[in-house]
């Protein structure tokens, strides 16, 4: 993993310069308040009965559980959001969840708690000292269980030493799914799109999107730039027509060369699909004004189609560009998000991982389908949600689970990304 993702787990001496850095301010004041608790416990005879004033001790015994508590949840809330305490700081390490991100709550609590264990069943022990008055056995009850905490928390912070794994986890990493990385002798995983990195690090040399026009990008865009007159179906200028042309009457048109095929079989005067209209090109009248014919010379001007040159005309490519700057050629099959992994018969899918250093994106967060000449696309039930922004402006909602046809020349929002669809 150091190798292929630039990625370098930290050592175990690392990991225990840094627990230790991140000890000591809490260690200091319990043991600075409990020390001031216990001398301050006076012993007052009354016959045969002793009787202990613990004032001192609950009172400065309890600033320091408070003052160590908030010190904890101030480090814990800092550690889950960026991987970041102050030993871990000094030592240039970042804690990290599963896929290389910022650990959460639940990790960091689950780590602190295996770790520290040894140390929270001391402070139980000394809780029951004083609510049980075992004063004079105190020392001998709670030093030992003191020392074998200290020593357990030691362990357990350096027991990655033991992983087979090039030393990537220890024993609380395992059970709490998580990672530590040296980001001195490596890349920082958080910021740098987590295990997966920004795209494996490679850029694809791949021309930028050109945005084209469309058959099925709406009236406007066809009207807005109408393809050349298709050459077969112009008549030579000549003539005027000598007597109006009857309405019953077919006429031959001139139509965008996209839209041709459809356009073929119009009667003048009406529209076609993509809302463009057939208009009347000059035509000869018949002898009577009873109906018109070509001039004897349409024959010679028109282009012979060979047997077979015909067909359907190619699929136009279709590709998104992202909004930090990168484009791909899609796939059939495609599945977008932090870390997509696919569903049962999506093995063959194309797998694009997003770079989301604030984790707006989920895991799979979206499944695209192209379809010539669109994708359809459908929101994997992400956390965030996904929108589509047409060429028009118009921005929608998708539902969860259903797939939406997106045409070339609209925006797909999913968590704070952004790609925009085009062909080439």
Request: proline share 19%.
């Given at each position: 993993m150091g190798v292929n993702l630039q990625l370098a787990p930290a050592t175990a001496g690392k990991r225990l310069g840094a627990a230790v850095i991140d000890w000591l301010p809490p260690l200091a004041v319990l043991v600075v308040t409990f020390a001031i608790g216990f001398a301050g416990i006076t012993r007052t005879r009354s016959g045969q009965f002793i009787t202990y004033d613990t004032a001192s001790l609950v009172l400065s015994g309890g600033i320091g559980l408070a003052l160590t508590a908030v010190y904890l949840f101030a480090v814990m809330g800092i550690e889950a959001r960026t991987g970041k305490t102050p030993g871990n700081l000094l030592m240039g390490i970042r804690s990290a969840d599963n896929d290389g991100y910022a650990p959460g709550a639940g990790t960091v609590f689950l780590r602190g708690l295996i770790t520290g264990a040894g140390i929270i069943l001391a402070l139980l022990a000394a809780v029951l000292v004083v609510v049980f008055r075992w004063f004079e056995p105190a020392l001998f009850i709670l030093a030992p269980l003191v020392f074998a905490g200290a020593a357990w928390a030691v362990l357990v912070v350096v027991s990655n030493h033991w992983d087979k794994n090039s030393g990537l986890r220890g024993w609380h990493d395992k059970a709490a799914k998580a990672l530590v990385f040296d980001v001195k002798a490596g890349r920082d995983p958080i910021t740098t799109g987590g295990i997966q990195g920004p795209y494996s690090f490679?850029?694809?040399?791949?021309?930028?999107?050109?945005?084209?026009?469309?058959?099925?990008?709406?009236?406007?865009?066809?009207?807005?730039?109408?393809?050349?007159?298709?050459?077969?179906?112009?008549?030579?200028?000549?003539?005027?027509p000598s007597a109006p042309t009857p309405p019953s009457?077919?006429?031959?048109?001139?139509?965008?060369?996209?839209?041709?095929?459809?356009?073929?079989?119009?009667?003048?005067?009406?529209?076609?699909?993509?809302?463009?209209?057939?208009?009347?090109?000059?035509?000869?009248?018949?002898?009577?004004?009873?109906?018109?014919?070509?001039?004897?010379?349409?024959?010679?001007?028109?282009?012979?189609?060979?047997?077979?040159?015909?067909?359907?005309?190619?699929?136009?490519?279709l590709r998104i560009r992202l909004d930090d700057g990168r484009d791909f050629q899609l796939d059939r099959s495609v599945l977008v998000g932090r870390n997509p992994v696919g569903q049962a018969g999506e093995q063959h899918a194309q797998l694009l991982a997003v770079d989301d250093p604030g984790r707006s994106i989920s895991k799979t967060h979206l499944h695209l389908l192209t379809d010539g000449s669109g994708i359809w696309v459908t929101d994997r039930n992400s956390t965030n949600g996904s929108a589509v922004t047409t060429p028009n402006g118009a921005r929608t909602p998708l539902a969860p689970g259903v797939p939406t046809f997106v045409t070339p020349g609209s925006s797909v929002h999913f968590g704070d990304r952004t790609f925009y669809l085009g062909q080439a």
């Open positions: 490679a850029p694809l040399d791949l021309p930028p999107v050109q945005q084209v026009l469309s058959p099925v990008a709406g009236p406007q865009a066809a009207s807005a730039q109408p393809g050349p007159v298709v050459p077969s179906a112009l008549a030579p200028p000549a003539r005027t009457q077919p006429m031959p048109y001139a139509a965008s060369a996209s839209f041709a095929p459809t356009a073929a079989h119009a009667p003048a005067g009406q529209s076609v699909p993509g809302g463009l209209s057939v208009s009347a090109a000059p035509a000869f009248p018949v002898q009577g004004g009873q109906g018109v014919q070509h001039h004897v010379d349409d024959d010679v001007e028109r282009t012979q189609v060979r047997p077979g040159a015909g067909g359907p005309a190619p699929v136009a490519v």
